[in-house]
């Protein structure tokens, strides 16, 4: 029994106004830094020691692309779960109803519409909390079915990416997703309706093989990592020592496979900017982000 876990904080809680929060401080993965999280809130989840931006859940990443933080959600298609009756140490419907009760998501992608900038728009979000934002049948028919809405509507796409790649426990299943949002982001460059792809940390696997890489304009968040394999893999592989930042936003934008870097306070604005000149509409001012609620 520990005294003080078990005794003196119960009391402690119980006699406070205000019930002492458990998430209060946040360890940067980067530098180590224990971060306050109202602070963290303030600076949008990006630490204030070092800069490196921790990942979002994808709730507060709509919010933060939207003008005001207001957008509608789109629901998405009921799919047949675990086609293959895949198990390992755990079944995949019992990880799904798992990843569920956790996130409150159906699957790891999340579409919306809503204005940018003034711009009505539609965002596919990929969720990473939700099994490392690993694409399956459910991922790739939220892209397809965000690429319909477009086409109909003539509404620019903007897809935002946290992943790991396919998702194993689908087997085939999911590496066809890679041949499905490709075509679904084809027909939208054959009508000439805009895609802009935002990728974040991680963006890797068939995600970054596919779709994720397909933007008129493709925009990466400062330092995330962008890849196929990843690079201790390779380095296994091939045997040698990558070059410094390999596979990392800048070095990408540096080889030409990434249009714009930024840090994640100058993604709205970029993503604006972006839509104006792709739509030929003037954006609207005074149209902030709610990324704290």
């Not at 919306?112 to 490392?132: L, N, P, R």
Request: hydrophobic share 40%; net charge positive; aromatic share 6%.
């Amino acid at each position: 029994m520990n005294w003080l876990t078990d005794f003196v904080r119960p009391k402690i809680k119980k006699t406070a106004q205000i019930e002492i929060a458990d998430n209060l401080w946040l360890k940067c993965p980067d530098c180590g830094q224990m971060l306050f999280s109202k602070e963290l809130k303030k600076s949008m989840y990006v630490c204030t020691r070092c800069g490196h931006h921790l990942r979002l859940y994808v709730d507060k990443r709509l919010r933060m692309l939207f003008d005001n933080g207001e957008y509608s959600e789109i629901s998405l298609p009921k799919l047949k779960e675990d086609p293959l009756k895949f198990k390992d140490s755990k079944k995949y419907t019992d990880r799904l109803r798992s990843y569920r009760k956790i996130t409150g998501s159906e699957d790891a992608i999340r579409v919306a519409k809503g204005e940018i900038g003034g711009i009505t728009s539609v965002v596919a979000a990929i969720d990473f909390s939700f099994m490392g934002g690993s694409m399956g049948m459910a991922v790739g028919e939220g892209i397809v079915k965000a690429a319909e809405i477009c086409l109909k509507g003539n509404y620019p796409l903007v897809t935002v990416t946290a992943s790991g790649g396919a998702r194993m426990q689908e087997g085939i299943l999911s590496l066809m997703q890679m041949a499905r949002t490709t075509a679904a982001i084809n027909q939208l460059k054959e009508k000439g309706i805009p895609f802009i792809s935002i990728m974040t940390d991680p963006t890797t696997g068939g995600v970054s093989a596919s779709f994720a890489m397909l933007g008129d304009v493709n925009i990466a968040e400062k330092g995330c990592l962008i890849g196929f394999a990843g690079p201790r893999v390779i380095e296994q592989t091939i045997r040698e020592k990558l070059p410094e930042g390999f596979q990392r936003a800048e070095y990408l934008k540096e080889h030409g496979m990434v249009d714009i870097v930024v840090t994640r306070q100058e993604m709205k604005d970029a993503l604006v900017r972006v839509l104006s000149i792709l739509t030929h509409v003037k954006p609207q001012v005074n149209t902030l982000a709610i990324e704290n609620k």
